[in-house]
């Protein structure tokens, strides 16, 4: 367990190995041309003048490096071949900003902004630093972007990564902030969190036990696509963004019938990719026929849901602002073994396509809901769990390279609830006007990400290019999109 903690021994440089979660997306990476790759981003429009936004800017991501320093530490590999650990320095300040900061002469769309941090990757091997600040200077005011590797970051940690950031922006534009020189270098490293595992204080958990029997599962066959893009297109991400009244509508319709969103999310997920595999079966039968005899006999079909797990975490680790801060990486992966013969009742399968039967949204809530609620709910998720998940993780780093395009569903929440990067919540220095975040996915995997801001759910559709095309995820994208406003009504 001690390999899994920061350690020193001059109290300069400080490591730790990679354990769980970040061993599985450390090897993604490394297997699946940069897989999973993390960004968010802000549009900015100043409301307070300052003469040195380059230094104000600098200024703000040194405190964060000090309130936060495991965004500061490297990876590499070890010289013995052992694997990634990570590493913190603390006296290389100035090559560390060097290196981080990023600024970009050209003005582009925030959106655009996120397509070219794609092209940025890195392997946990490499030596490179965990996270970059790409900025630019916009008619309005500024762009900002945190770009991180996601072994050393997750989603809900970056979105409160971005608001702790923005908050010392506007401390710097603003003159409210102490001389940098009062920073106390040295004294930040208590701040460099263990793994999640032994941040829950249950590290060493057995392994949880395989599903019983030995079940057919449906998934998508996994072909090449026959005209694949250049290296340079890492990925495919299609981005629909609801209107407010959609959005409402879609959360009245949830709580009405007292179900969650993520519930709601997960299950129009599962079954948005079966009538996806369905229509390929039916419209490239020579690639994709064998789905239709699957999707016959199959027992189970499978969707991850990765859920915030730092509520499973002891209290000195479950915060960015706990005494020892948080680790970057804590997500629960749940396996959500959904079962077939419901979404056979559910679904209709003619030569025209497949459909909700009968067209009728209440299939969906009466039956399709409760059994993924049914499903997720047969997967233990408390503490011990948890750190059940990690340690297979850690033991099995190959789990996010099998060749099908498995599922995932990540519903980061609603993020005005959560008191995060707030529109008007930083001025009077100045106002966020947009917020997004993307994530590489260059790889088999097929994810759909869902958050809200400023009333309005954002939905981030991604998969690798090299195996399914651009129009057939947008197809997907547009067959969950149908029905969620189905549902909705």
């Not at 534009?173 to 940098?180: H, Q």
């Not at 009077?428 to 260059?442: G, H, K, N, Q, Y």
Request: proline share 6%; with cysteine.
């Amino acid at each position: 367990m001690e390999q899994y903690k920061y350690s020193s021994a001059d109290g300069k440089v400080w490591t730790r190995k990679l354990h769980g979660s970040e061993v599985i997306m450390a090897n993604a990476a490394k297997t699946l041309n940069g897989w999973g790759l993390f960004s968010i981003g802000v549009s900015l429009s100043m409301l307070s003048p300052t003469n040195n936004i380059k230094q104000n800017v600098s200024d703000a991501w040194t405190r964060l490096r000090h309130a936060l320093p495991a965004l500061a530490a490297l990876s590499r590999g070890e010289e013995d071949g052992s694997g990634p650990v990570f590493l913190y320095q603390v006296d290389d300040l100035r090559e560390w900003l060097d290196k981080t900061i990023i600024w970009h002469k050209d003005e582009i769309s925030l959106a655009q902004r996120h397509v070219e941090s794609k092209k940025r990757a890195w392997t946990a091997s490499d030596g490179h630093y965990a996270s970059e600040l790409h900025v630019s200077s916009t008619t309005t005011g500024l762009q900002a972007l945190i770009h991180g590797a996601h072994w050393n970051v997750d989603a809900r940690y970056l979105f409160s990564v971005m608001d702790l950031y923005l908050s010392l922006l506007k401390r710097e534009i603003l003159k409210e902030s102490a001389p940098l020189a009062a920073l106390n270098w040295g004294e930040e490293t208590v701040r460099l969190p263990p793994s999640a595992a032994v941040a829950s204080g249950l590290f060493g958990q057995p392994f949880p036990p395989p599903p019983p029997g030995n079940p057919i599962i449906f998934m998508r066959p996994c072909k090449l696509v026959d005209n694949p893009p250049p290296e340079s297109i890492p990925d495919y991400t299609h981005r629909i963004t609801l209107t407010t009244e959609e959005s409402s509508q879609f959360r009245q319709a949830c709580k009405s019938r007292g179900r969650t969103a993520t519930q709601i999310l997960g299950s129009l997920w599962v079954l948005a990719e079966i009538k996806t595999t369905m229509w390929l079966a039916k419209t490239q039968p020579d690639k994709y026929g064998e789905a239709a005899d699957l999707y016959k006999t199959a027992d189970l079909t499978v969707c991850a849901l990765t859920l915030n797990a730092r509520n499973k975490l002891l209290t000195e680790y479950s915060s960015l602002s706990s005494v020892n801060a948080t680790p970057g990486m804590s997500v629960d992966s749940v396996p959500v073994m959904f079962d077939m013969n419901v979404v056979r009742k559910a679904l209709q399968v003619s030569s025209e396509g497949i459909s909700f039967r009968n067209s009728d949204p209440t299939v969906f809530w009466n039956e399709v809901v409760p059994a993924f609620i049914a499903a997720w709910g047969s997967v233990p998720t408390d503490a011990a769990s948890f750190v059940s998940r990690e340690e297979f993780f850690n033991a099995h780093p190959e789990v996010l390279t099998f060749d099908k395009p498995a599922i995932v569903c990540s519903s980061i929440g609603d993020i005005d609830m959560l008191g995060l990067i707030g529109k008007t919540a930083f001025a009077p220095a100045f106002t966020v006007d947009e917020l997004d975040s993307a994530i590489r996915f260059s790889g088999p995997l097929n994810g759909v990400m869902v958050w809200q801001w400023s009333g309005r759910m954002e939905l981030r559709f991604a998969s690798g290019p090299k195996t399914v095309e651009k129009s057939v995820l947008e197809h997907q994208a547009q067959i969950y999109m149908d029905m969620l406003r189905l549902v909705s009504l």
